[in-house]
């Protein structure tokens, strides 16, 4: 039965719902648990805010009602939240409370006219810092003033005054309203834990938001000893305060729309792509879109007008009661919408019992709130990314300046970190070694170490660390940054200059630890190792029709050196001893058979660089260089010591885990011995997880063979008895040199056998066979046909090594127990493209195997 895909969400996305009663019923069930959460905290947020109380059900029926029915973000609960309580008191202590609403209904519209600039993404770019501070900032200054509320008394409009004047209304407490905030904050701590502790009955209890139940029992506590705290007071409808036409300075009054506008949406924007990770970590079968950002914001404004001309607090979306309501199985924005019919009745027929509810304890709930504003995992993260500085100025700005201007402070300070990280640098210098002790003493050799990108605001630091070189000493620059401007480059020419002039040496390395010098003209690979300066650096001859390595087209022409190209790069790097074809590996003649090196033009080679133009006599080295410096062992032992000095340090500490704890491989991978097939590149892995075998032509001796070699038979065994793998791999790859002396060599030649090489392609026979008797069935490629009979037959040794594979007795028992697994795979150099067979090969392959390429996966934007 074919795999079947899940379904991704996404905006375009057709997501499988439930059935419609199955959805109605969760969300009618996720609203009754929002509507019980949003009622006592929209009574609290009105009245942090000095607002009249009703404005705080208005803006919760409407957020819900609107945003639900319009809204992008299909499981975001929008209606006023403690984000804007700080910004709403100062728009309200300055131009009261109608003018305020009109402010609202101007920032709606605003808000509408950026959803439809399709800006919402934008709002993203504000760093996490920035906005982290801000509500913590927030937090704080509601947390101070609802600690007044609490304490029974009332609290000023500045955060500052509230701290100050807070010690003399500890002394001034009144016992009474201090009892009942208390009793409130105890249970909203300790009503989520009953669950935990409280057996059947606490986990019945806990279903109770734990903001609802603090206020009933504080109500019902403070009602039986009747304490004559103040109370919840909402005035009659009629005399419900509805929104003028703002007076004031106009740039005042535009400064008051533009904070409440950028707050407010910021907030909404975060909010929704927050709601977004909690569903998608609810798991695939929610099935829910994601949030169109730019419908939502439009959604917010429309929202934000109706509420304001209604009487209603600013709304945007509340981080609170969209985690309440995804977590109580929401799927679609019915549930926000059936929260603000919610709000709306009880506005109307609960109001006898709302005014029951003393203000002690809606200050402690939003009080309980600001503090939960105050997120320590997010001051973590934040330090860990080294934004704590960003944090602490965006917060204790918003404290003493407000939020506009706490947010300005915090975006600026970002700006200039981030100027200071792409324009600083550290420097560091390390003495090798001493000859000699006291005054007399002199180093060998030195190392200066630059980390960043050297500007010219680096350059007295730069030329500071410089000076501390001896004279005449050896010294090394490592650049371990991207970029280096002109000041920098002429201040370390300069040091080089006169360094080499008084007798010193000066090697310069980059990133990789290449030296740096001057580029080459052309380069045939792209940089991956630093073995890239002596192997590509001559311009790439031009392609022949029908290379394979062009993708989709033919075979490369095999001359004397070809079909062996780059079969021992370490051989090559040391020196190949004259008559050794390409890299280093064997020659063959002109037919494809092993013999002697011959005179001839060979292909090109994606590692080992241009070989000699055809007509040119002689045998082409690897990597060889008219103007190279190095030997081929100096070549070698740079690429060690680059290995010692930049990636040593990065997994000593990986290896040494892997050297007391042994190997455990999860997978054995048999592929060619071609240099240009890098296991670890192509999959990507590391120390300790292929267990790997090369030889030419990535071939698998049958079991009960016995030609002189039984090491690959031995691997297989260690591997599948001893490692215990989970999976072995058998990797072909194009312009196989091995294949092309099979498919072009006679089979009676008398030289065929006649050397280790010649012996070890025996081993190959099965797979010509199969190819030349089973042509309509050879295994072939999913995405296009087989550039030539070459590939072909690369893609059926393939299949032919795995059927060898599997009649060994070991990988037969495990494949019997399902505990083992086979593959194929085949690597196109030219394409650098994998394909591996359809589906995993257990013993038993399909009658025409196809090789499907493998794709990146996609990138989420």
């Known amino acids: ?275 977004d990770k909690l569903t998608a970590a609810r798991g695939a079968g929610s099935r829910v879109p994601r949030s169109d950002l730019d419908r939502e914001l439009r959604a917010h404004g429309v929202a934000n007008a109706v509420s304001g001309a209604l009487g209603g607090l600013p709304v945007t979306g509340v981080a609170v009661r969209s985690t309440a309501n995804i977590a109580a199985g929401a799927v679609s924005r019915n549930s926000a919408l059936l929260q603000g019919v919610w709000v709306l009745l009880a506005a109307g027929l609960l109001v006898g019992v709302l005014e029951l509810i003393p203000l002690a304890a809606l200050g402690a709930l939003v009080m309980v709130v600001g503090v939960r504003m105050i997120n320590l995992g997010h001051i973590r993260k934040v330090a860990r990314h080294r934004e704590a500085v960003v944090f602490g100025a965006t917060s204790v700005s918003v404290v003493l300046l407000g939020v506009l201007e706490g947010v300005g402070v915090g975006i600026a300070v970002a700006v200039v970190l981030a100027l200071h990280r792409l324009a600083w640098a550290r420097i560091e210098v390390a003495h090798d070694a001493v000859d000699g002790h006291g005054p007399s003493a002199r180093s060998r050799g030195c190392r200066v170490v630059v980390r960043g990108q050297l500007t010219f605001l680096a350059v007295p630091r730069l030329s500071r660390a410089l000076a501390q070189v001896p004279e005449g000493a050896k010294a090394v620059v490592e650049l371990k940054g991207s970029f280096m401007d002109h000041a920098a480059y002429e201040a370390l020419e300069d040091w080089r200059a006169t360094h080499t002039a008084a007798g010193g040496e000066v090697e310069v390395s980059g990133r990789g630890g290449e030296g740096i010098g001057e580029p ?58 004259a008559g050794s074809g390409g890299c280093g590996g064997p020659g063959l003649d002109a037919q494809g058979t092993p013999g002697a090196a011959g005179a001839g033009g060979a292909g090109p080679s994606a590692t080992c660089g241009p070989r000699n133009p055809p007509g040119a006599t002689g045998p082409a080295r690897v990597g060889h260089r008219d103007d190279a410096p190095l030997s081929h062992r100096g070549q070698l032992l740079g690429g060690v010591r680059n290995f010692q000095r930049s990636t040593a340090p990065l997994v000593r500490d990986e290896l040494a885990r892997l050297a007391r704890e042994g190997q455990r491989p999860s997978q054995l991978f048999l592929t060619c011995a071609d240099s240009r097939v890098v296991t670890s590149m192509i999959t990507s892995s590391g120390p300790g997880d292929l267990f790997t075998v090369r030889n030419v032509g990535n071939l698998v001796p049958p079991p009960g063979e016995d030609r002189g070699d039984q090491s690959v038979a031995a691997a297989i065994e260690y591997a599948v008895d001893v490692l215990q793998v989970a999976s072995v791999t058998v990797c072909g790859h194009s312009g196989c040199g091995a294949m092309q002396a099979l498919h072009t060599a006679p089979a009676d030649a008398p030289e065929a056998a006649g050397t280790p090489l010649g012996r070890w392609l025996q081993h190959g026979r099965p797979s010509l066979e199969r190819f030349r008797t089973a042509a309509r069935l050879a295994p072939r490629l999913a995405d296009r046909e087989t550039a030539d009979p070459l590939e072909a037959l690369c893609l059926t040794n393939v299949v032919q090594q795995l059927e060898h594979l599997a009649a060994h007795a070991c990988v037969a028992r495990r494949l019997d127990e399902g505990t083992l697994e086979l593959h194929g795979m085949y690597f196109h150099v030219g394409e650098a493209q994998a394909y591996v067979l359809d589906a995993p090969v257990g013993g038993a392959l399909a009658p025409e195997p196809v090789f499907a390429a493998v794709r990146p996966d996609p990138v989420a934007l």
Request: hydrophobic content about 50%.
């Open 1 to 275: 039965m074919p795999h079947r895909p899940p379904v991704l969400s996404g905006p375009t996305a057709a997501p499988d719902h439930p059935p419609p009663r199955q959805r109605w019923s969760a969300d009618l069930s996720a609203s009754v648990t929002v509507f019980l959460i949003a009622l006592p905290l929209s009574l609290g947020i009105a009245l942090a805010a000095g607002a009249p109380l009703q404005s705080g059900l208005v803006a919760a029926a409407v957020g819900g009602v609107v945003c639900g029915r319009l809204g992008g973000a299909p499981l975001q609960v929008t209606g006023p939240a403690a984000g804007l309580t700080v910004i709403t008191a100062e728009l309200i202590q300055r131009y009261g409370w109608q003018t305020t609403c009109a402010i609202t209904v101007l920032a709606g519209v605003a808000q509408v006219g950026l959803g439809f600039l399709r800006v919402a993404r934008s709002a993203l770019a504000v760093s996490p810092a920035v906005v982290h501070g801000m509500l913590a900032g927030i937090g704080c200054t509601i947390a101070l003033a609802q600690l007044h509320v609490m304490l029974g008394g009332d609290p000023d409009s500045s955060p500052l005054t509230n701290a100050l004047e807070l010690p003399g209304r500890i002394t001034a407490v009144q016992p009474a309203a201090l009892s009942v905030s208390t009793l409130t904050v105890v249970v909203l701590l300790a009503w989520p834990r009953l669950k935990q502790y409280g057996g059947t009955f606490g986990a019945a209890a806990a279903r109770v938001p734990a903001a609802l139940a603090a206020v009933c029992l504080a109500t019902l506590a403070a009602v039986l000893a009747d304490t004559g705290l103040p109370r919840v007071d909402l005035p009659s409808w009629r005399s419900h305060a509805l929104p003028e036409l703002p007076e004031g300075p106009v740039l005042g009054l535009g400064t008051a729309v533009l904070t409440l506008t950028l707050v407010a949406s910021v907030q909404a924007l975060l909010a929704a792509v927050a709601a």
């Open 520 to 577: 080459a003209t052309a380069h045939v690979c792209t940089p991956w190792t630093p073995w890239r300066n002596h192997q590509c650096t001559r311009p790439a001859p031009a392609r022949r029709e029908g290379s394979s390595d062009d993708p989709g087209r033919g075979t490369p022409p095999f001359g004397p050196f070809g079909p062996f190209d780059s079969l021992d790069p370490l051989d090559a790097a040391l020196g190949s001893r």
